[in-house]
Protein backbone atom coordinates (compact mmCIF):
# COMPACT_ATOMS: atom_id res chain seq x y z
CA UNK A 1 0.00 0.00 0.00
CA UNK A 2 1.40 3.77 -0.65
CA UNK A 3 0.59 6.59 0.53
CA UNK A 4 -1.65 9.27 -1.85
CA UNK A 5 2.42 10.42 -2.95
CA UNK A 6 3.65 6.81 -3.67
CA UNK A 7 5.35 6.14 -0.38
CA UNK A 8 4.88 3.09 1.49
CA UNK A 9 3.19 3.86 4.76
CA UNK A 10 4.72 3.53 8.22
CA UNK A 11 2.44 0.41 8.84
CA UNK A 12 3.77 -1.48 6.02
CA UNK A 13 7.20 -0.33 5.83
CA UNK A 14 7.11 -1.91 9.84
CA UNK A 15 5.67 -4.85 8.43
CA UNK A 16 8.20 -5.72 6.14
CA UNK A 17 11.19 -4.92 8.17
CA UNK A 18 9.70 -7.07 10.50
CA UNK A 19 9.86 -10.04 8.08
CA UNK A 20 13.08 -9.69 6.86
CA UNK A 21 14.83 -9.98 10.42
CA UNK A 22 15.53 -13.79 10.97
CA UNK A 23 14.33 -15.40 13.92
CA UNK A 24 16.31 -17.43 16.44
CA UNK A 25 15.33 -20.63 16.91
CA UNK A 26 14.58 -20.97 20.68
CA UNK A 27 16.67 -23.32 22.64
CA UNK A 28 14.46 -26.32 24.23
CA UNK A 29 13.94 -25.79 28.04
CA UNK A 30 15.95 -28.58 30.58
CA UNK A 31 13.17 -30.47 31.51
CA UNK A 32 13.01 -30.13 35.58
CA UNK A 33 12.59 -33.48 36.84
CA UNK A 34 11.67 -33.81 40.19
CA UNK A 35 13.37 -35.48 43.17
CA UNK A 36 11.37 -38.25 44.45
CA UNK A 37 10.37 -37.90 48.00
CA UNK A 38 12.19 -40.37 49.73
CA UNK A 39 15.45 -39.00 48.47
CA UNK A 40 14.79 -35.56 49.88
CA UNK A 41 15.84 -34.75 53.36
CA UNK A 42 12.33 -34.18 55.61
CA UNK A 43 14.21 -30.83 56.87
CA UNK A 44 16.36 -29.22 54.21
CA UNK A 45 14.13 -31.26 51.42
CA UNK A 46 17.30 -31.05 49.22
CA UNK A 47 18.59 -34.37 48.06
CA UNK A 48 20.34 -36.37 50.54
CA UNK A 49 24.56 -37.15 50.14
CA UNK A 50 24.95 -38.47 53.66
CA UNK A 51 21.59 -39.90 54.59
CA UNK A 52 21.42 -41.62 58.05
CA UNK A 53 18.45 -43.26 59.72
CA UNK A 54 16.81 -41.55 63.01
CA UNK A 55 15.13 -43.69 65.37
CA UNK A 56 12.45 -42.92 64.41
CA UNK A 57 13.11 -44.92 61.05
CA UNK A 58 13.17 -41.99 58.84
CA UNK A 59 16.28 -41.16 57.00
CA UNK A 60 17.79 -37.65 57.31
CA UNK A 61 20.79 -35.52 55.81
CA UNK A 62 22.99 -36.08 58.61
CA UNK A 63 24.43 -32.67 59.64
CA UNK A 64 20.17 -31.62 59.04
CA UNK A 65 19.60 -34.54 61.94
CA UNK A 66 22.61 -33.75 63.86
CA UNK A 67 21.67 -29.94 64.26
CA UNK A 68 18.23 -30.76 65.10
CA UNK A 69 19.12 -33.18 67.71
CA UNK A 70 21.91 -30.98 68.88
CA UNK A 71 18.18 -28.84 70.18
CA UNK A 72 15.91 -31.62 70.72
CA UNK A 73 14.70 -35.01 71.86
CA UNK A 74 12.08 -35.34 69.21
CA UNK A 75 11.61 -37.05 65.77
CA UNK A 76 11.13 -33.91 62.85
CA UNK A 77 8.88 -36.52 61.17
CA UNK A 78 6.56 -37.41 63.77
CA UNK A 79 7.37 -35.18 66.85
CA UNK A 80 7.69 -38.24 68.87
CA UNK A 81 10.10 -38.67 71.88
CA UNK A 82 12.87 -40.51 70.85
CA UNK A 83 14.99 -43.19 72.64
CA UNK A 84 17.94 -42.07 71.93
CA UNK A 85 19.95 -40.24 69.53
CA UNK A 86 21.92 -42.68 67.27
CA UNK A 87 22.03 -42.03 63.67
CA UNK A 88 22.72 -45.06 61.66
CA UNK A 89 24.14 -44.82 57.32
CA UNK A 90 22.01 -45.34 55.00
CA UNK A 91 23.90 -47.05 52.90
CA UNK A 92 21.31 -48.30 50.89
CA UNK A 93 19.67 -45.18 49.89
CA UNK A 94 23.04 -42.80 49.39
CA UNK A 95 23.68 -45.52 46.52
CA UNK A 96 20.53 -45.50 45.34
CA UNK A 97 20.52 -41.70 45.38
CA UNK A 98 24.25 -41.47 44.19
CA UNK A 99 22.44 -43.71 40.60
CA UNK A 100 19.91 -41.39 40.48
CA UNK A 101 21.85 -37.83 40.56
CA UNK A 102 24.78 -39.60 37.97
CA UNK A 103 20.94 -40.70 35.29
CA UNK A 104 19.73 -36.71 35.82
CA UNK A 105 23.14 -34.56 36.04
CA UNK A 106 24.18 -32.33 38.84
CA UNK A 107 20.38 -30.11 38.05
CA UNK A 108 18.80 -32.94 40.26
CA UNK A 109 20.62 -31.83 42.92
Given at each position: ???????????????????????????????????????????????????????????????????????????????????????????????VI????????????
Amino acid sequence: QRSEHGQRTVAQSAVEAHAEVPVAPVAPQEEECEVPHEYACPITLKVMLDPVMAMDGHSYERSAIENWLAHKQTSPKTNAVLANKMLIANHTLRAVISEWVEKHGPAAR
